[in-house]
DNA sequence: GCATTTTAGTTACAATTGAAACCACCCGCA
DNA sequence: TGCGGGTGGTTTCAATTGTAACTAAAATGC
């Protein structure tokens, strides 16, 4: 008498984690999305551009795991609100060269602190040893997970 | 000389959760998606129905930590696919009251195993110890969490 | 040097989503 | 009993998103 599969959501770690890391996206969110009416892909590019500068949209796609559609249109909504700058690159005339411009750079240095803010207070639920663990288990299920999705 | 405020993407915890687990859940919802056409909010109603029966879109909502408009509708379409059935609560009319169809159950018999397969080959990756962390400190985190949001 | 394939980025169209309005019903209270 | 406020659930409309097709420029191969 098996009966049926057991599936216990609040237990399963895919879904233990999406909701957490939703829960936690949409509160940083709602702050930069008031504040400045941005959107997490638009801040998302403006934090890769604002950690290195001078990079094409496909590398801002990878660096923000984004798709390249998603990233083009945020970068062109970000140049309407003139929060970046772009130029082509002179030894590849298809690859854009974007950075932010100095407005973008005003907001990006209000939003930072604003993030890693909610980030420390959330953290600071975990002792020094708990923060390494996690660290690294996080680090071990990235690369576990990208295994699997070669398979 | 203060310069810039400085964020980097790859050590900032909501952006490494939020990568992790998107790849993660697209992953699994591929097998479903492909093999049972079923998307990733349907599969989570059909999860906690599976788990719970009898009980309400509202409940269903907060189980899934999703919001009640894509609830209706991920019901409306399981509804159409025969894979859920529902009916009216006696006591309050306002309330449906939702189980899966006989049709679900063969669903969800079928997609847990794959569903727990590949949780379980990723947790391979940990030893028990690092399992043992990982599900507290995602505890505490996800409570931490909760109070973040009632500010 | 030219044809073929690949890559960066954009656009078009359809499907999905979210916010707000909405309906039906329940509850508290006078 | 009947009115005001709140709740469960659906619908509507606009905005966002994903997929596929497209353009332009490089890279590859012969």
Redesign the pocket.
């Known amino acids: 008498m098996p009966g049926h599969a057991l599936l216990e959501l609040e237990s399963f770690l895919p879904y233990r984690l999406s909701v957490l890391s939703n829960t936690l996206s949409q509160a940083i969110a709602r702050v930069y999305d008031k504040r400045f009416d941005l959107?997490?892909?638009e801040w998302r590019a403006m934090a890769v551009l604002g950690y290195r500068a001078d990079i094409?949209?496909?590398?801002v796609?990878e660096r923000t795991a984004m798709?390249?559609?998603?990233?083009?249109?945020a970068?062109?909504r970000l140049l309407k609100k003139d929060l970046i700058a772009r130029s082509t690159a002179r030894?590849?005339?298809?690859?854009?060269v974007l950075r932010l411009s100095a407005e973008g750079w005003k907001i990006y240095d209000q939003v930072v602190p604003l993030a890693l803010d909610h980030e420390k207070r959330l953290l600071a639920h975990l002792d020094a040893q708990e923060r390494e663990w996690l660290a690294r288990i996080l680090d071990t299920l990235w690369k576990a997970e990208q295994l699997e999705v070669k398979r």
């Open positions: 959107s997490v892909t094409s949209a496909r590398e796609a798709d390249k559609v998603a990233i083009s249109r970068v062109a030894h590849d005339k298809r690859q854009s």
